[in-house]
């Protein structure tokens, strides 16, 4: 078992930068992708990037590429979204999924361990 906890969500402004951070606990000496959904009010949770369980394949939306960067410190069994140029569209719940694989997947069916969450809201 993996537990994930979601941190560093908050209310920003348009343009302006955040960053979350997911801490994992339990069976970290397996290896585990990583990923970032969200879920927008009255929307389906989506993809939004991935990083390998060594850090050197990274996967994003379209929707974020160029302002969005994925990162892990496996020493410290955590994993960061860093995020900049934010927009009111990207308002959501962000959650952190891991997966017992090395591969990054964008589908959410493919992840086992979910965090609770933290929100991100981006003001115009």
């Known amino acids: 078992q993996v537990q994930l906890v979601e941190s560093g969500g908050g209310l920003v402004q348009a343009g302006g930068s955040l960053r979350v951070s997911c801490a994992a606990s339990?069976?970290?000496?397996?290896?585990?992708?990583m990923a970032w959904f969200r879920q927008a009010p009255g929307e389906e949770r989506e993809f939004v990037a991935g990083?390998?369980?060594?850090?050197?394949?990274?996967t994003y939306a379209d929707s974020v590429k160029r302002r969005f960067t994925i990162s892990r410190d496996n020493a410290k069994n955590t994993v960061y979204l860093q995020m900049n140029s934010l927009n009111p569209e990207d308002t959501a719940v962000y959650y952190c999924?891991?997966?017992?694989?090395?591969?990054?997947?964008?589908?959410?069916?493919?992840?086992?361990?979910w965090g609770q969450g933290t929100q991100v809201t981006v003001s115009s």
């Open positions: 339990g069976r970290t000496e397996r290896r585990y992708a």
């Open positions: 999924a891991a997966r017992n694989r090395n591969e990054v997947s964008t589908k959410q069916y493919d992840y086992t361990y």
């Open positions: 990083i390998s369980w060594g850090g050197s394949i990274t």
